[in-house]
Every structure is written in C-alpha cells, then in structure tokens.
C-alpha cells in the first residue's frame, strides 16, 4: 500500500477521512434521493434504471464509508456513518441532497453530478493510496454508464417536446447554483492534492464545462450567466433544510431501537 | 400465486384443429407464437400473463415503502437489488404477452383503468421492517410454489420466462427468510415485530392460491391447457407443510388454532382463509387498493411528458438521418 509519509500522521488522517466522507455522503444521498423513485417512474425502463443507479451508488457508499470508517480506526462501521451522524456531520455536496422534484429535476441532478463523478473517478484511479485507486476503478465503471444513460436522457428531453423542453430548461436553473460547489478547492482538498491522493477539484472545472456544454448544445438547453454557488455541504458548514428531513427517514430505525442488529 | 381467478375464456375453434392442438399439449409440445392456437387459449393467456406481470409492477410498492427506511447499507442494497429483479420480471411478462399480440401500453392502461387486475396480496400494507421479511419469506414464498410447475407450462415465451423469474424469486425468499431469522433472533421488539407481520401475513398469503377447487370455476380448461398445473388446494398445502416448520424453527406462532398434523394425508390441517375479505379485496376494498391503483396512475399520467418527450426526440432524430441519406 502507498501511504504516503506524513510527518503528521493524525493531521492526514483526518483530512483523509474527511476527502472519504465526502465521497461517501454524496454516493450515499444521492442513491437515497434516487431510491425514492422506486415504483414511481414514467416507464418500466426507467424503474429498472434508476433502481440500478440507486444500487450502485449504495454499493459504493459501502465501500467509501467502510474505508473511512477504518481510517478512523474508532471501532466505528460504514452503517455507524451512514445512520448515526446527524446533518453537520454529513460532508456531501448541496447538490445531491436537493429533494428529486420532478422527474426532469432527478436526471438534471443526476447528469450535474454524473459529469464530475466520472472526471473524479478517474483521476482517483491514479491515486497514491491504492484503497482509493481500487475502489475508483471498480465505481468508474459503473459511472460510465450512469453518465451516458443521464446524459442521453436530459439530451432527448431537452430536444423533445415544448414541454419537455421547458421542464429541462427550469431543472438546470433551478439546479445550476448547484454546480460550482463540486469545484471549490478547501485546505482538505490542497493537503489531498499535495500528497497525490486526490486531484485538486478546481482541475476538473474545464472538462466538466467542456462536457456539459456539449450536452446542454445536443439538448438544446442554455445556462444562464454567472457562477453563483451555493456552499456549505462539503463543507458540512450549511447544508440545506431538506438533509435533515432525509435522514429523519433514512436513520428511523437505527434510531427508533438503538444497538439491534438487522 | 401472483395471478388469482384467472377465467378460462370459451372456445369455438374447429373440433379438428382443437382435438390437434391438444394433443400437441398432452405430448408436452410447445406453444410458440406463430403456431395456431385457439383463441380461448390466447386470450387466456394474455389475462394470466397480464395480470402476472402488473402484480410485478404494483408489488414495487409495498416493498419500495421500506427502501427509504432500510436499516442497514446491506438491507438497503438487497431490497434495490429485490425490487429492480421484480421491474425485470415484468418486463419479461409483458414481452411474453406481446408475443400474443398485446401491446405493453395496452395492458397497461387496462390495469391503470381497472380492466385487469394484480395479485390480492399487494393490497396489504408494510408496516414494519419484518414485512419486508414476511414478504419474502410468504409471498415470494407463495409464488414460488406455483411458479416453478408453470416452467413446464404449454406455452413457450411464458415458460422461458418463468425460468428466468424462478431462480432469481428463490434468491428473495430466502433473503426474506433471513430478515426472519434476525428479527426471530433479536431483540423484544424485533421479535414483536416478526409475529405481528406473521399475524398480519399469513391468511393473506393462503388466499394468494385463490379460492378452493370446489369454487374454482376456471382451472380444468386451463389445466387441460397446461396453463395451470396444479390445483389451488394442491399448492396451498404444499405451501402450508413447508412454512410451518420454518415458523416453529423461528420460534413464531402461526395465528391458527386449529393448526395440527394430519398423520394419515402427511400433511397439515388449517383453517381456510376468509374467503369474503378475498373477494372484498379483489373488488377493490383491501386497505391499499385505492392508494396502490392512485401511485401507479400518478407514476403514468403525472409522467406523460417524459415519455412523450423522448418518442419526440426519437423521431427527430430518425427525421434528420432519413433526411441525411
């Protein structure tokens, strides 16, 4: 294993543990918010898509979260983060906790976030610590094919009909505030950078604008000017009000009947 | 049994091509969808098929209740995992029924108008974790037993598709099994919680076969067919003798005090159902019929813009390659 030295051993560790939280709480509520869907979709393909989608962002958390959790090294397991932390100990970004709106709201959100995921992974499968590169190489496959299933989707309901087209349109302004999040760079991100863990997220902006250009070109659809961002979950700072409600759902049992196994 | 009362439909074939086609059947032939076959037998079919698959779809949701309160990350998984084989399934039923030439959309919209039906158990509510158990554990349970004998049904499409749904509903009962088996061997109230989805689950269960022979109108036609294999009362038993032996192992009482062992048929007796709570809950008055038909009309008709959406871009997008060439 390639661990970098470190003459601050207990410092790295936390900034490690957070980087994987981060991964973790974003696979963790988004599969969530997709799972929400279950039952509900416009058409059977899209039942099985998205539960596939929702499966394999959960699977990923496991492996995130059960990483962190062994970084930390407090006897704590990947279901102890997952259902027993509250709001402001949750590191993921804004974006993916936005409540699933309308199904044009969901695959935007999606495709936002599909688009990075796939730029992160893969720089992460060149990682100095191997735990890292080897969970990014089994999730950037799966990633691939979430990116080209959403990405296809907000291309032909953009160019679909007036009202697909102006579903689209409402979900990417509504959710565009949501997307620099993604590229602020923090302290934990710089000493990440520095030890060749993680690529600066800042590095990732022009391809992410590249291929989302592309998209919103194929789909018709405009963003409007300006960066505005929205900040404060990566950060665990401000997340938004509709976190909270998610994990009152999510953490019920675990809650509700403290230490049963299930 | 995820199609209930499935009526057998009249035929007035051709005394010749029908004594044919029979004996194709009774040689253990298959149907496949360009032989001849008689139109009793096709539409018969399609309402068996039909309904199959739409208590795939509908069954979505009693389980989907429980995805956003899942325990644990590895319950959470399972039951996406379960729930998404189930979409899958009605996806292989619907295939199957178009080969009979019905449409998907046209089924669809008889079941969203309540031209057919899906299976009673569906209308039952999930109120605790250990439903999601008592729903693997009984109701995969109870589709199994009639799903494996229809793998060697008449007709072609549906008995390749029963294969495929076979293994993967094997895997989900014993995944439910195991949820039991926690719940059993867990804490007071997890146990409190087993029993109570035994309680609520069990009579409900029984009713999956569908009323007993004597009442069943429609079996000997279609189990002439090889459509249905075997009789309600055969496969309730088969379930009943099997179940109650895991009860007792999980140290649950199944809610039947007449529950006792028949040494000279080797079997179980029980007490049948409420026969007129199942009729009820086909009309339309289980607890959930109303909530579960309103979810899947919102799903279609709040979502009508999306598939419209994509058939537009198809179109735009076959219009510019045709005008390319």
């Keep these: ?262 | 049994m995820y199609a209930q009362m499935v009526k057998s439909e009249a035929t007035q074939d051709d005394p010749e091509k029908l004594a044919a086609f029979q004996a194709r059947i009774d040689a253990g032939e298959k149907i496949e969808p360009k032989d001849w076959m008689p139109e009793g037998y096709r539409k018969t079919l399609i309402r068996q098929i039909g309904q199959h698959a739409h208590s795939e779809i509908v069954g979505q949701l009693p389980e989907g209740n429980w995805i956003t309160r899942a325990p644990t990350l590895e319950r959470k998984a399972i039951l996406l995992a379960k729930v998404q084989d189930e979409a899958g399934h009605g996806l292989y039923l619907y295939c199957a029924a178009e080969t009979l030439g019905v449409s998907r959309d046209e089924l669809t919209e008889m079941l969203l108008d309540g031209r057919m039906k899906y299976s009673s158990i569906f209308n039952y509510p999930t109120l605790t974790w250990a439903d999601m158990g008592a729903v693997g554990w009984l109701v995969d349970g109870a589709a199994i037993m009639n799903q494996v004998p229809l793998q060697r049904t008449s007709y072609g499409p549906y008995s390749r598709a029963m294969v495929r749904i076979c293994k993967e509903e094997s895997f989900h009962q014993r995944q439910g099994f195991d949820i039991m088996m926690k719940m059993a061997g867990g804490t007071e109230a997890q146990r409190r919680m087993a029993q109570d989805a035994l309680n609520r689950f069990w009579y409900p269960s029984l009713m999956m076969f569908g009323p007993s022979d004597k009442d069943s109108v429609h079996s000997s036609q279609s189990m002439k067919w090889r459509i249905k294999m075997n009789t309600n009362d055969e496969l309730r038993q088969k379930f009943v003798d099997q179940t109650v032996p895991q009860a007792e192992y999980l140290g649950l009482t199944v809610p039947d005090e007449t529950l006792a062992w028949n040494d000279e048929k080797g079997g179980y007796d029980f007490a049948e159902p409420d026969w007129s709570e199942f009729h009820g809950v086909l009309k339309g008055n289980g607890p959930c019929n109303a909530e579960r038909m309103r979810a899947r009309n919102a799903a279609w008709d709040d979502n009508a813009w999306v598939r419209e959406g994509l058939m537009a871009h198809a179109a735009k997008k076959k219009a510019a390659k045709v005008a390319a060439e």
């Excluded at chain 1, 699977?59 to 930390?72: C, F, K, P, R, S």
């Excluded at chain 1, 949501?178 to 000493?191: L, N, Q, R, T």
């Design chain 1, 1 to 262: 294993m390639a661990t970098p030295a470190s003459s601050t051993a207990a410092q790295l560790d936390e900034a490690l543990f957070t980087f994987l939280l981060r991964m973790g709480d974003n696979t963790l509520v988004l599969g969530h918010r997709v799972s929400e869907w279950c039952g509900h979709a416009p058409v059977l393909e899209e039942d099985i898509a998205l539960a596939n989608t929702a499966l394999d962002l959960i699977g990923q958390t496991q492996m995130w979260l059960g990483l962190a959790a062994d970084v930390e090294g407090q006897g704590r397991s990947a279901d102890d983060l997952a259902m027993l932390r509250d709001v402001w100990d949750f590191r993921n970004l804004l974006l993916v906790e936005q409540p699933n709106g309308d199904f044009g709201q969901t695959i935007m959100r999606q495709y936002l976030f599909d688009q990075f995921h796939l730029l992160l992974l893969r720089a992460l499968q060149d990682s100095a610590d191997d735990r890292i590169a080897g969970i990014a190489a089994k999730a950037v496959k799966e990633v691939g094919y979430h990116v080209e299933r959403s990405a296809e989707t907000v291309i032909g309901l953009g160019d679909g009909t007036e009202e697909s087209h102006g579903r689209m349109q409402a979900a990417l302004d509504w959710l565009s505030p949501y997307v620099g999040e993604m590229f602020v760079s923090d302290e934990i991100d710089a000493e990440m950078a520095t030890r060749g863990i993680v690529p600066d997220p800042a590095s990732l902006r022009a391809p992410y604008d590249a291929a989302l250009a592309e998209v919103l070109a194929k789909a018709t659809l405009s963003r409007h000017e300006g960066d505005f961002a929205h900040q404060g979950g990566k950060t665990g700072f401000r997340h938004s009000e509709h976190l909270g409600h998610m994990l009152t759902q999510m953490q019920w049992l675990q809650r509700a009947y403290p230490g049963a196994a299930w």
